[in-house]
Structures are given as C-alpha cells and as structure tokens.
C-alpha cells in the first residue's frame, strides 16, 4: 500500500495529515507554520521520512464555478517546488468546502472553530487525504 501525506496549504499555515499503514484511514498530524520554503520543506522531510511517505497529495482551492483562480494557482506553486525538492509526486484533490466540514466536525465536538484554527488545518488535511484514499 502507498503511504501518503495529506496537505491542506493556506497563506499562514499548512495541515498535515497521514494515513494508517494500509492506506485505509487518513488522519490530521500536525499544524506548520508557513515561514520559509527552507523550513517547511525540512519539517516534511522529516516526517515523509519517518512515515516513509511516497506521495503528497495537496488540497487545491477551486473556485466554486470550477475555476482556478488566484489562491488555487499560489496553491500549485508552492506544492510543484515542495514535491520537487522532495523528490515526490504529487496529486491534487478538490478541497471545496473541506475548511466548512472540517468546521463542522469541530462544532460536533463542542470546540470552537476560531480558537482551534490549526486543528481546522490538520482536520481539513484529513479530509483531502480521506478522499484520495478512497478514490484508490
């Protein structure tokens, strides 16, 4: 089975989430801050390294008329130069409202969205990672 590494990339920060050693259940690992290329490539090495990840599989923001517009393409920019200085290949999912189900799945645990914005981040990676997952 491949081992994947869910993405869920924003401006300030970028979720991370895994799957289970049969490829079958995704879930969030951890919160990156976006402060350098340099770093968030170090920190994803060394978990791709420790998971033995094979592929990324990133979150792209289309619009909701099917579109790319500025965000999806900052998306793809940033995710085609991490998987080159990662050596990986890379997929893309539809992440159209993974931050709401992400938000909603909070709301069911009685935390509050806005203090938990990271969560929301490594939730809605889960969700990218779930669905490639399931598409395999």
Request: a positive charge; hydrophobic letters at 45%.
């Amino acid at each position: 089975m491949v081992s994947a590494l869910g993405l869920d990339i924003g401006s300030k920060r970028i979720g991370v989430a895994g799957c289970d050693q049969l490829g079958l259940i995704a879930s969030g690992i951890t919160t990156l801050k976006y402060r350098s290329f340099k770093q968030l490539t170090q920190q994803l090495r060394q978990l791709i390294e420790e998971r033995s990840v094979q592929i990324l599989v990133v979150g792209l923001p289309y619009s909701m008329d099917g579109s790319l517009g500025h965000q999806a393409k900052q998306v793809q920019k940033l995710a085609d130069r991490l998987a080159e200085a990662l050596g990986l290949p890379l997929a893309y999912i539809d992440e159209r409202l993974t931050s709401f189900q992400a938000e909603q799945l909070m709301l069911a645990e009685n935390l509050s969205p806005s203090r938990h914005r990271g969560l929301i981040d490594r939730k809605a990676a889960a969700i990218i990672l779930q669905q490639w997952l399931d598409g395999h």
